[in-house]
């Protein structure tokens, strides 16, 4: 088990910034796939930035960042990390800060080849256009490393949960590896100090991921069966195995286990 420190803003800005060319320039010509895929998985209303370790600054914001937090597109481009913390519950700051050096530090250590396998999923609670905080889910789905010096930038997905009702608090972070076409999770645990538990969920196949998305969006089985271009049969046979493997009765059920457990 890893122990990890709460990061202050200074903290992470120490730790992350680098001197380093980062070798490209145009970062939303490069995330261009990503950003065109995310509606894909998007569970809900969302907006996007991304993010340079080179120059420790947001770089560049979607259009719509000023409908779903309280600064526009201009206000967000070209600020230092301190910027996102602002938007951040005060509780919440530390294990983000966290959280996101973490997922970097195991991503630039893997082989180039591997680094795409890793997932990062983060519940915080962040400010919304009327200055109130509701839960958001932090992904990261795309990152660029310049592995000949290990500097980085990433696209940041923010994802509007307002329409989930949680009975309790999820959990903050999981961290994702993919080997050997099985996920290893990894949870930070809150308490004294945070710690990076391995711990056992089943283990959800990329074709049940996607039917949970959908299913998370509020399709029904005919549409989701459309969606993907699958039999209703095909989709209710994934919805039986989800259902078995998380020990759930109901989609409502499997919904909440998946909410709680960060395995989006």
Known sequence: MKTLRPLTTENFVAIAKSDKDLGITDYETYFATQIKEAPNFAIGPYYWFIGD????L???????????SPFSKAEWENKPPTFLVENLHPEDSFYVLSAL????????NLPAERQSDVRINVYA?????????????????GLYVNNENKTTCGLMMVTDLTHFN???????????????????????????????????????????????????????TPQIAAAVNISYHTVENHKRNLRRKTGTKTTAELVHYVITNNLL
Do not use: C
């Open 53 to 56: 370790n080179a120059k420790l």
């Open 101 to 108: 050096q973490l997922a970097l530090e195991k991503i630039v």
């Open 58 to 68: 947001i770089t560049v914001a979607s259009e719509n960042i000023g409908e779903l």
């Open 166 to 220: 949680f009975e309790q608090r999820p959990i903050l972070m999981t961290v994702t590896d993919r080997v050997n076409n099985k996920n290893e999770y990894f949870h930070i645990a809150a308490g004294e100090q945070l710690k990076l538990e391995s711990v056992s969920l089943p283990n959800i196949t990329r074709r049940e991921q996607e039917m949970v998305q959908l299913i998370m969006k509020g399709l029904n």
């Open 125 to 141: 609670r962040m400010l919304n256009a009327q200055k109130e905080y509701r839960w958001v889910l932090i992904q990261m789905p």
